[in-house]
């Protein structure tokens, strides 16, 4: 098993959830935590254990980046306008990893990374390698001509498991992806409960 393989299914088994939604998720077998203390009897968590945990969830889902980086999107969140949660949110999901993999250009969150890393995507037509590069709405994200017939992404587009949200418009014909609009918290379509407000209050604490 690779690394990465095994880093998220670790993920799904410490947090006790399917948090991609993928069929071969090890919590659909067995919902205890990963280790031989795994099977130990659950205590109730602290409120700053639950807040915690939403925190190492969404921290996770977008592909376990750091904690570095990830207080760095709860600062800029906390600055803008309106809810911070959803500021939170909509900040995750303005990723350039997190965009190609809502477009399904490939099959999860942590291939995202590495597709982006290894310069197979342009932004308005300029190469971008930084996974963390936010998109703005109305960006033409797409894949490179020389990339487009990788099994990686062949394999994407044809996953049947999950769709394309109503904030992202694709054409898989010309491999584009374009950000309507920055989605509320109830248009992405993750695959258990997300709690930002719970994050925004860990770091706030």
Do not use: C
Not at 121 to 144: H, L, T
Request: charged share 30%; net charge positive.
């Amino acid at each position: 098993m690779s690394k990465r393989s095994s880093a998220k299914y670790k993920i799904d088994r410490r947090m006790g959830q399917n948090i991609w939604g993928r069929p071969k998720s090890p919590v659909n077998r067995r919902e205890y935590g990963p280790g031989q203390h795994g099977q130990r009897r659950k205590s109730k968590l602290s409120d700053y254990g639950v807040q915690l945990k939403a925190k190492q969830k969404l921290k996770g889902y977008y592909g376990d980046i750091s904690e570095k980086q990830f207080r760095g999107v709860y600062e800029e969140a906390i600055r803008l306008k309106g809810d911070s949660g959803a500021n939170l949110i909509g900040l995750m999901e303005r990723r350039l990893d997190a965009v190609i993999y809502r477009a399904k250009f490939v099959p999860t969150v942590f291939a995202a990374r590495q597709f982006v890393n290894h310069g197979h995507i342009k932004v308005n037509g300029r190469r971008v390698n930084i996974p963390s590069f936010k998109v703005k709405v109305g960006d033409v994200v797409e894949v490179k001509d020389a990339s487009r017939q990788l099994p990686l992404v062949l394999e994407a587009v044809a996953l049947g498991e999950r769709d394309v949200p109503d904030y992202i418009e694709v054409d898989h014909s010309k491999m584009t992806a374009k950000m309507t609009r920055i989605p509320g918290l109830g248009e992405v379509p993750y695959p258990v409960m997300m709690e930002p407000h719970l994050v925004v209050e860990f770091y706030s604490r």
